[in-house]
């Protein structure tokens, strides 16, 4: 049973619109990162954040962006969604990253 | 561009056989090498993790990693059905934080 929690876990937008999706991690894991995962491929890293500063970024537009809580939540924003964002959006966690991430069940965006 | 290459697969074994996953990646001072297991329509979960050359073993499953050619691999013995699912293989290159994934190789298990 993972220890982080995503929601929602399914949803459906239309091009144009923003989303929010929501991460709660394990605690004691200072670390989040986010993840987008297409059909048939690995996940690609969007951003990572520390201790609610963001400290690593993937190669993803400015319409990307996120926040992380003291409470050890996390959120991801994504503004003027495209159909190419269509994917399943994963949230990990991890108390340090020689340790490996704690990945929770994802969040499946449709844009229609 | 940092990158981590596995094939894609299928890679079909019958059960019991010993399945032997494959990855290469593009910077050889990279230091941490994670192995995920994904059942369709779940998220990735962490197999292994290795740091040294040489192999590490966890329970039917081994990791073998060999720094000088950027390679690591996963060997799962007697194998399962229920070991029928894409394998992940990941690294944290130097200087980042994150994972950077390959795409994953399938795995079909025969009964």
């Known amino acids: 049973e993972t220890g982080v929690t995503q929601s929602p876990t399914h949803l459906i937008k239309t091009r144009g619109q923003q989303v929010t999706l929501r991460c709660s991690s394990q605690?004691?894991?200072?670390?989040v990162s986010w993840y987008q995962q297409a059909l048939g491929q690995g996940p690609q890293f969007i951003f990572q954040?520390?201790?609610?500063?963001?400290?690593g970024r993937g190669n993803f537009p400015p319409r990307f962006s996120g926040l992380q809580f003291p409470n050890y939540s996390s959120e991801l924003n994504v503004n003027a969604l495209e159909l190419d964002d269509s994917a399943l959006y994963l949230c990990?966690?991890?108390?340090?990253?020689?340790?490996?991430?704690?990945f929770g069940s994802g969040t499946r965006l449709t844009v229609v | 561009q940092k990158e981590v290459e596995q094939n894609s697969g299928p890679l079909s074994v019958p059960e019991g056989a010993i399945a032997s996953l494959n990855c290469t990646y593009s910077d050889r001072g990279s230091q941490s090498f994670f192995w995920y297991r994904q059942y369709s329509g779940k998220s990735p979960e962490l197999i292994m993790f290795?740091?040294?050359?040489g192999d590490k073993e966890d329970g039917r499953f081994t990791a073998q990693l060999n720094k000088a050619s950027q390679y690591v691999s996963l060997l799962i013995r007697d194998s399962q059905p229920s070991d029928s699912a894409t394998y992940l293989c990941a690294v944290i290159f130097t200087g980042r934080r994150a994972l950077t994934f390959g795409s994953g190789t399938r795995l079909q298990v025969q009964p």
């Open positions: 990990a966690s991890s108390p340090g990253p020689q340790y490996g991430y704690t």
């Open positions: 290795i740091y040294s050359n």
């Open positions: 605690s004691g894991h200072n670390t």
């Open positions: 954040y520390y201790r609610e500063e963001e400290n």
